[in-house]
């Protein structure tokens, strides 16, 4: 599923683009013609490859496009991706997801959500510093974490705002907590650039 050759679009990394919101995102750059996309998806219950088989039928959408299965906690995997692909920005998606799963399996959350963010920025820090200062200031390291960082809604509340502080009630919650502040310190620690979103219903 990929047709992959080099041109001057920006090179993405994008972990998790076979779950909802990440295949969501690639078919999207894809019509928009915007950028190339190494596409890393450990291929879990949250994965769906049919997600993406707009791209298996439109030749022009294969054009800089690779599909790679594998975990974002692999650091060789994703280092070696890294440098292959030259990439301009990584896009992490990659998360286990649900609230109710996390209260049955929240070792899964941290393995993947915590450890497995950190082995990404570890591999993203260390491929970043040995770019070029104008490849460096141009980088970015993309999070996308989720509104329940932040806790719980009531109906006569006001909506969560990004200075909201934060207030997790389940493992996925605290996981996803874990990794924003992971991501922000790898910013001021290392100077990565980095950006974290904080969607709702996510």
Same mark, same amino acid.
């Given at each position: 599923?990929? &047709?992959? =050759?080099?041109?001057?679009?920006?090179?993405?990394?994008? !972990?998790?683009?076979?779950?909802? $919101?990440?295949?969501?995102?690639?078919?999207?750059?894809?019509?928009?013609?915007?950028?190339? $996309?190494?596409?890393?998806?450990?291929?879990?219950?949250?994965?769906?490859? =049919?997600?993406?088989?707009?791209?298996?039928?439109?030749?022009?959408? =294969?054009?800089?496009?690779?599909? @790679?299965?594998?975990?974002?906690? &692999?650091?060789?995997?994703?280092?070696?991706?890294?440098?292959?692909?030259? *990439?301009?920005? *990584? $896009?992490?998606?990659?998360?286990?997801?649900?609230?109710?799963?996390?209260?049955? #399996?929240?070792?899964?959350? @941290?393995?993947?959500? *915590?450890?497995?963010?950190?082995?990404?920025?570890?591999? #993203?820090?260390?491929?970043?510093?040995?770019?070029?200062?104008?490849? =460096?200031?141009?980088?970015?390291?993309?999070? $996308?974490?989720?509104?329940? *960082?932040?806790g719980s809604l009531?109906?006569?509340?006001?909506?969560?705002?990004?200075d909201s502080q934060?207030?997790?009630?389940?493992?996925?919650?605290?996981?996803?907590? #874990?990794?924003?502040?992971?991501?922000?310190?790898?910013?001021? !620690?290392?100077?990565?650039?980095?950006?974290?979103?904080?969607?709702?219903?996510?």
């Amino acid at each position: 599923m990929s &047709n992959y =050759q080099r041109n001057d679009l920006p090179n993405l990394l994008v !972990t998790g683009g076979a779950g909802f $919101i990440g295949s969501n995102f690639v078919l999207h750059a894809r019509r928009l013609g915007y950028g190339n $996309i190494i596409n890393l998806d450990k291929l879990t219950y949250a994965s769906n490859l =049919q997600n993406l088989t707009e791209i298996e039928r439109n030749e022009k959408y =294969q054009e800089g496009y690779r599909f @790679i299965q594998g975990d974002i906690g &692999n650091s060789e995997l994703v280092s070696y991706l890294l440098e292959e692909y030259e *990439v301009d920005a *990584v $896009i992490n998606f990659a998360a286990e997801t649900h609230v109710d799963r996390s209260i049955f #399996s929240p070792g899964n959350f @941290i393995e993947t959500n *915590v450890v497995g963010t950190f082995k990404l920025l570890e591999a #993203s820090k260390t491929y970043w510093q040995k770019l070029s200062s104008k490849k =460096q200031e141009s980088f970015r390291f993309l999070h $996308i974490s989720t509104d329940e *960082v932040y806790g719980s809604l009531n109906a006569e509340d006001t909506a969560f705002r990004e200075d909201s502080q934060y207030a997790p009630n389940s493992p996925y919650a605290a996981s996803k907590a #874990s990794a924003d502040h992971l991501v922000r310190s790898y910013h001021h !620690t290392y100077g990565l650039p980095t950006l974290t979103t904080n969607c709702s219903n996510n």
